[in-house]
């Protein structure tokens, strides 16, 4: 009996040693396929899945909140996340809307700061937590990993530039045309467009609310320059949007 209880503990630890390693085999995987670890060796992709660990977070839940200690940053697996800030009157400004493969929390991770915005599942979604001392000590260790992680920021500080511009110097029309053809060029530059948040979001992302973002798509739709249908849009003209964009062309 005490033999059998022996193997049979034997045989659970293998088990759970087996399963440890088909994770970081499927972990190492999915990184060395993530733009931000492309070209990286084979033995740094498994360096960077033995430190990672993966968290689930319910729809609604929050990931982390602003100003909590920024002991690490994340990368989506399944779902989609929300990067935010509130205003003293509480309303909500959405920085990003990241999807598979994209990181997050990064920027803090590597200041040494605290997180400056809010991050939330906006659905069931899964991620991989990577803790900042493992993750910096891999850096000093590994400099392309550090030019990688060089040229993600470079991107993001565009992007931020990007926004920053669009709220302070476009009008709404103008930020949802840039909107609409940089998500067509996110999807190989088709006219077919499905909106992959709902219109509430939409509007809060582009800094307004959703009667004004229904009513410019209205007008849109009106002046042929694209056709609505439920989160369903064709770009009939593009030129035209272009131009709406660029400020060249405005809606009366």
């Not at 779902?79 to 999807?99: C, M, T, W």
């Not at 948040?197 to 509007?203: E, F, G, S």
Request: charged share 25%; hydrophobic share 45%; proline share 4%.
């Amino acid at each position: 009996m005490q033999n059998l209880n022996r193997e049979s503990l034997s045989l659970t630890f293998l088990t759970r040693v087996l399963v440890c390693e088909l994770t970081r085999m499927k972990t190492a995987e999915f990184l060395g396929n993530v733009p931000l670890f492309q070209g990286l060796p084979l033995r740094q992709v498994e360096q960077l899945a033995s430190i990672a660990t993966q968290k689930h977070f319910k729809k609604g839940q929050i990931i982390f909140s602003e100003g909590e200690e920024a002991s690490g940053f994340y990368m989506v697996l399944v779902g989609r996340v929300k990067v935010s800030k509130l205003a003293p009157d509480g309303k909500e400004q959405i920085l990003h809307i990241l999807g598979i493969q994209e990181p997050f929390g990064e920027a803090a991770v590597f200041a040494g700061e605290r997180f400056p915005a809010n991050a939330e599942a906006m659905e069931d979604t899964k991620v991989l937590f990577l803790p900042r001392d493992a993750f910096v000590d891999l850096m000093r260790k590994e400099p392309s990993l550090s030019m990688n992680m060089l040229a993600l920021l470079s991107r993001r500080l565009r992007r931020f530039s990007a926004l920053i511009e669009s709220l302070s110097l476009k009008a709404v029309p103008a930020r949802l045309a840039s909107y609409l053809l940089y998500l067509s060029g996110q999807q190989k530059g088709v006219d077919a467009l499905e909106l992959d948040i709902p219109k509430v979001v939409l509007a809060n992302l582009l800094g307004t609310i959703p009667e004004t973002l229904s009513r410019i798509l209205a007008r849109m739709s009106q002046e042929h320059l694209l056709e609505v249908d439920g989160r369903h849009i064709r770009l009939i003209d593009r030129k035209a949007l272009e131009e709406v964009a660029a400020g060249a062309r405005s809606l009366l």
